[in-house]
DNA sequence: TTACATTCGGAATTATCGTTCCGTATAATA
DNA sequence: TATTATACGGAACGATAATTCCGAATGTAA
């Protein structure tokens, strides 16, 4: 009968994802994976599939990972202006403290495999509605409670968080100035008074 | 005596830069172009060194060029925020013309190569701080006319309008939608006002 | 204890990578 | 016209890519 597996699946899955996120996708060979995983090449193989597929997994790992994240921590906040300056000021705060400079991992696989990818085109699109759809929902809220002002344009500003989020993302990765970070979100977050 | 060089090797070097900027460094291989400049494998190590030197040129007529551009662009605009306005509305127009998805070549390199190559690292902080202090300048210029509110702080919104440009460089690769960008584009300069 | 399905590590395989080398073709000079 | 430095194309090289294969090790069920 079966040998059990040595390994905890889920937990080597999250170790690909934190590779995969660092180096990109085509800068990551097996070999790294071996090294970084501590697993031989047929087990990844027998596990995972192959390269590409442990890519996806790794990937929606991070994606579902991600969302449930933001979701929680904005539905959990009780003043939405609030809420979201928190939220900007914890991205900053995410990138100076990652010494690594992975960035954000969708952020860097849509420029890496886009144009050329148009499965992970599609996945895009779809984790960026949900992005937006979640930042919609929560500026909806906070209008209608009163806290930002009616005749807003909040689709358009659900959008521009996904944008400014991304853009966050990139500049980060150059050079994370807390201050010069801070203050342009605090100045951008001027547009919901 | 020497024979003269067959071919123009600055039309070759913009060939390569299209390339590298569509697929990205790792995913350019020497084979790819051989392909697409048409030379052999011998002429391109003899004219441009190696891989990463074509690619540092390349990299380099990108940055120049861009920096140019924008600063001409801006400077010959007589009202500044109708200026930015433009600007904006053209990098999306250029998005949704790139039927390559191309994005930004700066952006795709931050992503793609942070961490691993302090080289490009301090490259991409100098070209950062070209286009945040150019945009500061015109803003300077915008409220020394009158046409910007005194009051406001124009170096976060030079960060911002950086930081935006990126998202918005990302974002297009997604799903590039006129509509939705120019709105938010809109909404966003609502900040000058 | 025995049987055996499955995991595992490492060698083997095939393809492609970046780079170098070399014989031939070329065109400006003497 | 003869000379010759250089550009050129393509073969060759060693390194590394992704993937497959296989024998030894493993631990559960009979």
Redesign the interface.
């Known amino acids: 009968m079966p040998k059990v597996k040595l390994f905890d699946e889920n937990r080597i899955l999250e170790k690909a994802m934190e590779l995969f996120w660092?180096?990109?996708y085509?800068?990551t060979s097996i070999q790294d994976l071996v090294n970084y995983l501590g697993l031989s090449r047929s087990s990844i193989y027998d596990t995972y599939g192959g390269k590409k597929e442990l890519f996806n997994k790794s990937f929606q790992l991070y994606r579902n990972t991600n969302i449930k994240k933001v979701t929680a921590f904005l539905e959990q906040q009780s003043k939405v202006k609030i809420g979201f300056k928190k939220l900007f000021e914890m991205t900053i705060q995410e990138s100076i403290n990652d010494l690594?400079?992975?960035?954000c991992f969708v952020?860097?696989i849509?420029?890496?495999l886009?144009?050329?990818d148009l499965e992970i085109?599609n996945i895009?699109?779809e984790n960026?509605d949900a992005f937006s759809s979640l930042f919609y929902e929560i500026l909806l809220k906070g209008e209608k409670s009163g806290e930002i002002p009616k005749g807003?344009?909040l689709?358009?500003?659900a959008?521009?968080f996904?944008?400014?989020?991304?853009?966050?993302k990139?500049?980060s990765?150059?050079?994370p100035n807390s201050k010069?970070?801070s203050?342009?979100i605090?100045?951008?977050l001027?547009?919901l008074e």
Chains 1, 2 share one sequence.
Not at 100 to 103: A, E, I, P, T
């Open positions: 660092k180096k990109g085509h800068a690594d400079k992975k960035g952020v860097n849509t420029t890496e886009i144009p050329g085109q895009l699109k960026k807003k344009n689709k358009s500003i959008s521009l996904y944008t400014l989020y991304s853009g966050l990139v500049v990765k150059i050079q010069e970070l203050d342009s605090s100045v951008f001027i547009l």
